[in-house]
């Protein structure tokens, strides 16, 4: 994958798989201590104890694992290679939460790309989940959550092209105005 | 600079348009968000797709997506189901892809047979 932002939406698709109706995503950027966080939570079924060792090795993966994927793997790979590492925890019947951690400068390390059309993506294609982001960068912080975009349309659909249009204009400009 | 403000605003003539079209029939377009359509591109034919939906104000087109179909190598797909007929599926559909798809098969019923990869 070449953003960040991509993996973000391979999980989230992960977390949608596993029946969640609540998901977070969180983006911490130190860069006193020169690391990006990146941890996605949700309330999906969760894994077996043996399923989440599985899950993280691309080669064990059989038929019936097959929803889950190359996904993780990819991500475990690309957090490693940059400096960092990826940590599963799930929880059969609570969910699942998955951490990485990236050397922020490494040269290895993907950039984050364009947030806002993963948020899109994600947002306007399954209005049944709610959904909350934060992105820290120092001590600045965007954050929103999709049920007060619900509250605020009433009985227009999240997934309206003017709706959609929106989300993706204001999302970018708050994640601009995060920029260094 | 955008505020939730806005929104407001929206929901009214979105409400108004939504009054116009009641009771027509729903095209759907599915995207295949799988791993394996997120690394070939879906997110930008999903993009391309909401961007032209709006620019053209078809507002009883309905997107939904999917997860791997077994096709991966020919990723991004794209169905298009246009009521009462069956569905077709679209291979290596790319952002400018999508836009034609749109143009031709689902506001023209005209479908572009050489990037069909099944019936």
């Known amino acids: ?30 860069l006193e201590k020169n690391v990006l966080r990146l941890l996605v939570q949700d309330n999906g079924r969760g894994m077996s104890r043996e399923l989440s060792e599985k899950v993280l090795d691309p ?23 940059a400096g960092g590492w990826l940590q599963l925890r799930s929880i059969e019947g609570k969910g699942t939460t998955v951490e990485t951690v990236f ?16 948020l899109v993506s994600m947002i306007a294609l399954n209005p049944e989940c709610r959904f909350r982001y934060a992105h820290f ?44 | 600079m955008k505020s939730l403000e806005e929104l407001k605003k929206i929901r009214e003539s979105a409400q108004q348009m939504m009054r116009l079209r009641e009771g027509g029939d729903v095209t759907r377009l599915v995207v295949g968000m799988g791993t394996c359509g997120i690394a070939a591109g879906a997110r930008e034919t999903l993009t391309a797709i909401m ?31 246009r009521p009462g007929q069956p569905r077709v599926t679209y291979g290596y559909v790319d952002a400018e892809k999508a836009r034609k798809i749109i143009a031709n098969h689902v506001v023209n019923n005209q479908v572009i047979g050489e990037w069909v990869v099944q019936r």
């Open chain 1, 59 to 81: 080669f064990v993966t059989s038929r019936t694992t097959r929803k889950v994927g190359m996904g993780l793997p990819l991500l475990k790979f690309a957090a490693e290679q």
């Open chain 1, 1 to 30: 994958m070449k953003e960040l932002a991509l993996h973000v939406l391979d999980l989230v698709q992960n977390s949608l798989t596993a029946e969640a109706t609540e998901i977070s995503v969180i983006i911490e950027e130190d």
């Open chain 2, 51 to 81: 961007d032209e939906l709006q620019k053209r104000s078809l507002e009883t087109v309905v997107v939904t997506q999917t997860g791997c179909v077994g096709m991966c190598e020919k990723e991004p797909l794209v169905d298009v189901i």
């Open chain 1, 137 to 180: 960068v120092c001590q600045r912080v965007f954050r929103m959550d999709s049920e007060q975009i619900i509250d605020l349309l009433g009985d227009v659909p999240l997934g309206h092209p003017q709706v959609v249009a929106w989300l993706g204009d204001y999302i970018r400009e708050n994640e601009k105005s995060l920029e260094v």
């Open chain 1, 103 to 118: 050397q922020h400068d490494h040269i290895d390390r993907a950039p984050l790309g364009d947030m806002a059309s993963t």
